[in-house]
């Protein structure tokens, strides 16, 4: 299953810290994740968890006192001659330079992300026509009436009407569902094989959101590109992924395809997660699972397991002590749990 | 678990024909150039111990509702009516800012944002303890008693009151707000999207808590929430509202498993479920457009420009909010003939 060439990126061990006065926040504490081309992969878990931190590592776009320390991310290159695609040189973009000439070639063009606040991510001092357009022009080789014409037609594609007069509304000018479309043209006005959705519902309302998923379900079939979708929602993970990575305090603890995480969930922290969300088509007046505790402090990480003060199954003097590994339980089913540490057996 | 209150409690509160018109101004005088009609002729009833839901969309006036039952707004018009602990009722609406006082010990609200709700100046003991010391002009260590106690029961270690909120992480930061809220002994709590902030394994702990609460101090809530799933596990009723106006109200198992309002069942539809097997067995209504705008709303059913069921009489006649029998309100003219799907349940 696991062949090469399907494969778009591969984040191996990454560590993405942030060095402030009152400590180091290891935000991104040794991440490991598979993407595979044209797939979806949801990256659930809390607020603090690393998800958003390892979606801007992966863009080389984070903010300071944060860098990568150390890791690897490898990104395969699609070149396409003669309209074929084929597959392209391997780059670390952990290695790249924020700043440099290399990650800005790929940044916006192969690999885009829309983000959480449709209100905030565009500027509010240019149309959204010209926002879209600024992209297009950094990374083809059109004229500015080509490169409108595009936007206008990307506009369309997005589900905005009338876009020959829309694009040159300002953001103001259009409604939250609306800007998150205008975002999601942006991204893909380059024809990226990976687009990053940070919390891309979270902002809206159910409906809109249920239209945006559609929208970003029917791009991705139509342009094949690869999702990465972070989310605290399981809901919208459930709807939407082919793979789904669980996180806790930085660290992946438990990935598989999403029928086994809704299903077969291995770690205690995915099962207590599954089991406090409240689903529609239960009685009414019922009491939720909820997990112990509070996600802890930043700057202070329990030692060992880092979920062991707040979990069900936890084992004294073994759990506080010993970090877990990331072991195979099955199939593309890898879980990194004290419980399963030395167990070999499948399902 | 099911402690629903009996179908004849006595009703707690009677919101009737309220309205909250806010004036659009513009130009150099400042002239009013029209209408938001952010809530526009909604009336409801929360009987005593229950928990009524008010669900919508952002912009639909389930806020706007809520701040006007406390009178943090003045309402255009309409009536509320509160009904005391001896049995009299009296109309909120109606009363002066010094008549009020009485009731604002009795109607206490917890806010949605447990990040900007609590003032960062003052420590745990001062927010909790200032309703206290205001109202019941407690000092000292009988203060201090009080909101060790109020503390314990939300489930907070009163050590730690004299700390300031930014030590706090979400959920402790929305008990503190909780236990400000219970401080005077409330009958009626707004509670105006309290767990919408909060994280999935935290939110479960705020929503159990509120259950319990309910439970020991015989409190009715009036749940103000956008997420269904929520809705559907704390509440005895629901009330659904579009663009200002209710468009249905019933027990919320009704609600759920036979809609009788288009709005609540393509709601309902665009609720994720968190099981990627029913991915494709569901009926998914996907609204188009947006909410209308509640300052040049639709003619006839504001709802009618993305109803997939509108028919010629929905653009030309509103319809009212009335009864199907049980109790079921509904506010649409084909209410009758429409088969809705609603959630299955398990």
């Known amino acids: 299953m696991t062949n090469d060439s399907d494969t778009l990126l591969r984040i191996s061990c990454l560590q993405t810290y942030f060095f402030m006065d009152q400590g180091t926040v290891k935000a991104v504490d040794g991440v490991d994740l598979i993407l595979k081309r044209g797939r979806t992969l949801g990256i659930v878990g809390e607020s603090g968890c690393g998800k958003s931190i390892t979606a801007r590592s992966i863009l080389q776009i984070v903010d300071p006192p944060g860098r990568i320390v150390s890791g690897s991310i490898l990104y395969r290159r699609a070149v396409s001659s003669n309209g074929t695609s084929q597959l392209g040189e391997e780059v670390d973009l952990a290695k790249m330079h924020p700043m440099g000439r290399e990650i800005r070639q790929i940044r916006g063009k192969e690999i885009s992300m829309i983000f959480q606040e449709p209100m905030t991510s565009f500027s509010s001092l240019y149309t959204i026509g010209n926002q879209i357009m600024e992209n297009i022009l950094l990374h083809q080789e059109v004229t500015k009436q080509q490169a409108r014409e595009r936007a206008i037609e990307l506009l369309h594609q997005v589900g905005i009407s009338r876009p020959k007069e829309r694009i040159d509304e300002y953001p103001h000018q259009f409604s939250g569902g609306m800007r998150q479309r205008a975002m999601i043209a942006m991204a893909i006005a380059c024809d990226p094989s990976l687009l990053i959705a940070d919390e891309p519902t979270t902002a809206l309302d159910v409906t809109t959101q249920a239209q945006i998923l559609k929208l970003m379900r029917n791009m991705q079939e139509r342009l094949g590109m690869a999702l990465m979708l972070i989310t605290h929602d399981l809901g919208v993970v459930a709807e939407m992924a082919d793979d789904v990575a669980v996180m806790y305090l930085g660290r992946v603890v438990e990935t598989a395809d999403v029928d086994s995480i809704f299903h077969n969930p291995k770690h205690p922290y995915t099962q207590a997660l599954l089991r406090s969300i409240p689903k529609v088509g239960r009685r009414a007046r019922q009491r939720l699972d909820s997990i112990v505790g509070m996600v802890p402090d930043p700057f202070t990480r329990p030692s060992g397991c880092y979920f062991h003060p707040r979990c069900s199954a936890y084992m004294p003097n073994i759990c506080n002590r010993i970090t877990p590994t990331t072991v195979q339980v099955g199939e593309g089913h890898t879980v990194s749990c004290l419980l399963y540490n030395g167990a070999t057996n499948h399902e | ?346």
């Open chain 2, 1 to 346: 678990m099911n402690n629903s209150p009996h179908p004849l409690s006595p009703k707690l509160l009677e919101v009737k024909h309220l309205k909250m018109h806010f004036p659009i101004r513009s130009g150099f005088l400042r002239r009013i150039k029209g209408y938001v009609r952010a809530v526009d002729d909604v009336s409801f009833a929360v009987r005593e111990g229950e928990t009524l839901s008010l669900v919508g969309e952002s912009g639909c006036g389930k806020t706007t509702t809520g701040r006007c039952i406390l009178r943090a707004y003045e309402p255009t018009s309409g009536d509320i009516y509160y009904q005391k602990a001896d049995g009299t009722t009296v109309n909120l609406a109606a009363l002066d800012r010094r008549e009020l006082n009485p009731y604002r010990k009795e109607i206490r609200m917890i806010f949605q944002d447990p990040f900007s709700s609590l003032n960062p100046r003052m420590n745990v003991l001062d927010i909790v303890g200032e309703p206290l010391l205001v109202n019941a002009g407690l000092k000292g260590a009988k203060l201090e008693d009080r909101v060790a106690e109020l503390l314990l029961k939300v489930g907070l270690r009163p050590e730690y009151m004299r700390r300031y909120p930014h030590a706090f992480s979400g959920g402790e930061r929305q008990r503190i707000g909780i236990a400000r809220a219970l401080s005077l002994n409330p009958r009626l709590v707004v509670c105006d999207e309290a767990v919408s902030a909060l994280d999935v394994s935290v939110r479960a702990q705020i929503l159990n808590l509120l259950q319990d609460l309910q439970r020991d101090f015989n409190l009715t809530y009036l749940f103000i929430a956008h997420d269904l799933s929520v809705v559907e596990y704390i509440s005895d009723r629901v009330a659904v509202m579009y663009v200002g106006k209710l468009v249905e109200l019933a027990e919320t198992e009704k609600l759920y498993l036979r809609p009788r309002h288009p709005y609540t069942e393509a709601l309902l539809s665009a609720v994720p479920n968190p099981d990627p097997r029913l991915r494709n067995r569901r009926k998914e209504i996907v609204l188009e457009g947006d909410v209308a705008d509640p300052s040049r709303p639709p003619s006839g059913c504001y709802f009618h420009p993305r109803c997939q069921y509108a028919q010629a009489r929905c653009s030309q006649e509103e319809p009212e909010l009335r009864d199907l029998g049980d109790e079921h309100f509904v506010a649409c003219h084909f209410a009758e003939q429409l088969s809705l799907a609603g959630v299955p349940y398990e």
